[in-house]
T-cell receptor, first 114, second 116 residues
């Protein structure tokens, strides 16, 4: 099931490095996955999505990888910039009667040092 | 396009009072709106799903009599926290979906509620 903790995982990187943020999901019926970026005091901002019939999707500086076998999702950010510092959440959208509802992962705090 | 606004952006109220938060889709018609609650350093937790013209569907553990949701039009949903208590202090976020595109949610900027 979904886990929500009081201590979010953190990732600290230097500016210019590549960042990889991981997420494990629990519902094997989920068929659509989204990565969101949330800056302090703001709502989530869409980054990239992927459907379950794909295992990789690329955007501008971001790549999402999906491994359905182990129910794992990752977000890769190339040439990370200080403006990328935020909390990153993965979200899964289950099909069937739950279609449209999102379940969010616990989030990862990304800090980019100049 | 697909902008969602919330009002107010923050509110402070006394314990026992009720607070109404508005969620508006500014440039599209939202058939479905979702309400989330987010405590500090935690993830977003879905509270309820709101469809225009029908009663909201609440997630398990969310009191429908305490968190009143009204979705009176295709561009407006309201969340009223009744008889608010300090434990209701949280960041409330709404999202909206386009007609025919229920898989994509557009999020509002959130409302910070502090109950004294």
């Amino acid at each position: 099931g979904e886990s929500v903790g009081l201590h979010l995982p953190t990732l600290s990187v230097q500016e210019g490095d590549n960042s990889i943020i991981n997420c494990a999901y629990s519902n094997s019926a989920s068929d659509y996955f989204i990565w969101y970026k949330q800056e302090s005091g703001k709502g989530p901002q869409f980054i990239i999505d992927i459907r379950s019939n794909m295992d990789k999707r690329q955007g501008q500086r971001v790549t999402v990888l999906l491994n359905k076998t182990v129910k794992h999702l990752s977000l890769q950010i190339a040439a990370t910039q200080p403006g990328d510092s935020a909390v990153y959440f993965c979200a899964e959208n289950a099909g069937g009667t739950s279609y449209g509802k999102l379940t969010f992962g616990q989030g990862t705090i990304l800090t980019v040092h100049p | 396009g697909a902008v969602v606004s919330q009002h107010p952006s923050w509110v402070i109220c006394k314990s026992g009072t009720s607070v109404k938060i508005e969620c508006r889709s500014l440039d599209f018609q939202a058939t479905t709106m979702f309400w989330y609650r987010q405590f500090p350093k935690q993830s977003l937790m879905l509270m309820a799903t709101s469809n225009e013209g029908s009663k909201a569907t609440y997630e398990q553990g969310v009191e429908k009599d305490k968190f009143l949701i009204n979705h009176a039009s295709l561009t407006l949903s309201t969340l009223t926290v009744t008889s608010a208590h300090p434990e209701d202090s949280s960041f409330y976020i709404c999202s909206a979906t386009l007609r025919g595109r229920t898989d994509t949610q557009y999020f509002g900027p959130g409302t910070r509620l502090t109950v004294l």
